[in-house]
């Protein structure tokens, strides 16, 4: 069976402006493609395991051809049944506010979780790396509250979707399409902008599947 998987990133619940895209995108999502199923995964759920000392260690085992042991091999198959539950999706949804210029910490945990080599990405010394979850298409959600284009540099920067973007295609994950809120909240209205973020939801959704077929 086809699947989505929604990777939030914001704990902000009900009053989060980008869960609320999220599910104008998964309402229109299931009405249009009612065979695939969806997989939630809400980062602040406590299921997303540590990447501290023993897991950096597993890494770099690994990364020498060996097998992790004893503390080593345990964040070694954490992180490999977080990887398992992202990359056997056909489809992603992430939704992503922007937090100081750039995405959520539990992101950032989430990507360093996955992002292992031969899991995320495979490397070469000759040709460097490559991406292996090939074959999947993405939309992502950003959400801002001051910054936004053209406002200049004293309303932030976007280190938000420069950094995210750059991780899926390093990933593997070249079909991606945006949906953005970036509302000026101190000085305007937002509810035109709102409308206008959760209209591009829903049509993206109704035809994700389709789009992803044809790739």
Do not use: C
């Amino acid at each position: 069976m086809t699947t989505l998987l929604h990777v939030s990133a914001s704990p902000r619940g009900a009053h989060s402006e980008s869960l609320a895209i999220a599910d104008s995108f998964l309402g229109e999502f299931r009405r249009a493609h009612p065979d695939v199923d969806i997989d939630i995964f809400d980062l602040w759920d406590g299921t997303l395991p540590p990447f501290g000392p023993a897991a950096a260690a597993a890494k770099m085992t690994v990364f020498a051809g060996a097998d992790p042991e004893d503390d080593e091999a345990k964040a070694w198959d954490a992180a490999g049944a977080t990887f398992e539950r992202f990359a056997t999706a056909d489809l992603y949804l992430f939704s992503v506010p922007m937090w100081n210029a750039g995405i959520p910490y539990i992101l950032k945990q989430f990507i360093d979780v996955v992002s292992q080599p031969g899991m995320v990405f495979g490397f070469d010394a000759t040709s460097g790396y490559l991406g292996l979850l090939t074959g999947k298409k993405a939309a992502v959600i950003y959400t801002s509250a001051v910054y936004g284009p053209g406002r200049g540099p004293a309303f932030g920067n976007d280190f938000q979707s420069a950094y995210f973007m750059d991780w899926l295609n390093w990933a593997g994950i070249a079909d991606v399409t945006d949906i953005e809120f970036r509302p000026n909240l101190a000085t305007a209205d937002a509810e035109q902008g709102r409308r206008v973020a959760h209209e591009r939801a829903r049509a993206v959704a109704a035809d994700f599947r389709t789009l992803a077929l044809r790739g």
